[in-house]
């Protein structure tokens, strides 16, 4: 038991250090999106942010690997890398859950809240990446139709926040018309955890059980349906079903 209590601080150190890592590489990586934008053309703009995104991430998730402090199993999601036109549609346990679809998907655009949007050290390289914005419900369906129909990739958490009653959250109905109007299969991803880490309510400095657990598998794909509402339901319902008892935050 002393031995644990002297490794605490260095684990709470190397946990802090790991999130410092991304965060540092978040603002300079920013920094040199606001200097390209103006320079790149749409399409080559778009493909030069969302590869560094999704570079910058996977090498968070290598360096958190090989000091121990997260084990992750992404690679169910490798046979989709090159897939055009795919909507990914996940659960949402962690703060982390975007971080490692984007890692393994560097075609992926994700939907980002409107005040991340207008962050200075956050809104440039998701200006970069033709990321969209959450600000009006008519505009994400349309800005999301457009990156499907350009062959990109579109990750979304349909309960819209963090899971905060378990299996799921009630979803939002935008993921089903999105589909519809793009004509865009989803194809569902579970993400299993045994770990409370980053779930909601729980702060950044509090230091978890270690090693964190994440393991990410590919579930049933749902072609759009002509009743996006009642499709909806049976997505939710599948979720439900699907997330593993005792994998959920908190358990």
């Excluded at 998907?105 to 809240?113: F, I, N, Q, T």
């Excluded at 139709?145 to 959250?169: A, S, W, Y």
């Excluded at 569902?188 to 994440?214: A, E, H, M, Q």
Aim: charged share 15%.
């Amino acid at each position: 038991m002393r031995v644990h209590w002297l490794l605490w601080p260095l684990k709470w150190a190397a946990l802090q250090g790991m999130l410092l890592l991304l965060g540092l590489a978040s603002v300079l990586w920013n920094a040199v999106a606001l200097l390209l934008y103006p320079l790149l053309s749409r399409d080559v703009g778009e493909r030069v942010g969302r590869a560094a995104i999704s570079r910058a991430y996977r090498m968070f998730w290598w360096t958190a690997d090989a000091v121990g402090m997260v084990r992750l199993d992404s690679r169910a999601l490798d046979p989709l890398r090159d897939e055009a036109g795919l909507i990914l549609v996940a659960n949402h346990p962690s703060m982390l859950d975007a971080v490692m679809l984007v890692a393994r998907l560097p075609r992926s655009a994700c939907v980002m809240k409107a005040s991340l949007m207008r962050n200075p050290l956050l809104a440039p390289a998701a200006r970069l990446a033709r990321y969209i914005c959450n600000d009006s419900p008519f505009g994400l369906i349309q800005q999301a139709v457009l990156v499907l129909k350009r062959g990109g990739q579109l990750v979304m958490f349909p309960e819209g926040t963090r899971t905060t009653r378990p299996p799921v959250n009630p979803f939002h109905g935008g993921v089903t018309v999105i589909a519809k109007r793009a004509q865009a299969p989803m194809q569902t991803v579970f993400i299993d955890t045994t770990s409370p880490y980053l779930c909601k309510g729980w702060p950044l400095w509090r230091l978890p059980p270690l090693p964190i657990v994440f393991a990410v598998r590919l579930g049933r794909r749902f072609a759009p349906a002509e009743d996006a509402a009642s499709q909806l339901v049976e997505i939710e319902a599948y979720f439900a079903a699907g997330v593993r008892a005792g994998m959920t935050h908190g358990a």
